[in-house]
């Protein structure tokens, strides 16, 4: 198994953080494949900042052929190449290829805030060739904590 990173995900500083609570930002992501991605990769595809909970996710693919991407957290620190690494099922869970499918809102409900940077990671359950494109549009924020009484 490797871990495939997307080249800007190294660029933490040169990622927008808001500041301000209720403020969102959205990130669309276009990774083109440029060497083969196998059912042991896992893709780090993106990054969630310190403290930001997700709001929103997408994805879609072009020229992926048939296969589902299952898309979650991964474990360890972002950019770490460590093959021991894993990726969750969070976001889309055995998705089809090609067509695009919406994160379900109880599904961003459940993944809480985290002090620290985090990674998404993409695994796929048939190679994607080279060429293909994978499309991510991630909306996250600084949600504030209501407590209903």
């Known amino acids: 198994m490797a871990i495939r990173k997307l080249n800007q995900l190294g660029l933490y500083s040169a990622i927008t953080i808001p500041q301000m609570n209720g403020e969102a930002h959205t990130l ?3 990774h083109v494949v440029k060497e083969q991605i196998g059912t ?14 997700l709001l929103d996710a997408v994805i879609d693919t072009e020229g992926a052929g048939t296969t589902n991407l299952t ?3 991964m474990s360890g620190k972002p950019n770490d190449p460590d093959p021991a690494r894993t990726s969750g ?18 599904a961003l409900a459940a993944i809480a805030r985290d002090p620290g940077n985090r990674s998404i990671g993409l695994k796929t359950s048939a190679a994607i060739p080279v ?18 009484t």
């Open 71 to 73: 898309v979650g957290i």
């Open 131 to 148: 060429s293909a494109k994978i499309h991510l549009r991630l909306t996250y924020g600084a949600q504030p904590t209501h407590n209903a």
């Open 28 to 30: 669309l992501i276009t």
């Open 40 to 53: 042991a990769d896992i893709l780090e595809l993106a990054a969630i900042p310190a403290d930001m909970k």
């Open 89 to 106: 099922a969070e976001l889309f869970n055995a998705v089809p290829a090609g067509t695009e499918a919406k994160a379900a809102i109880k």
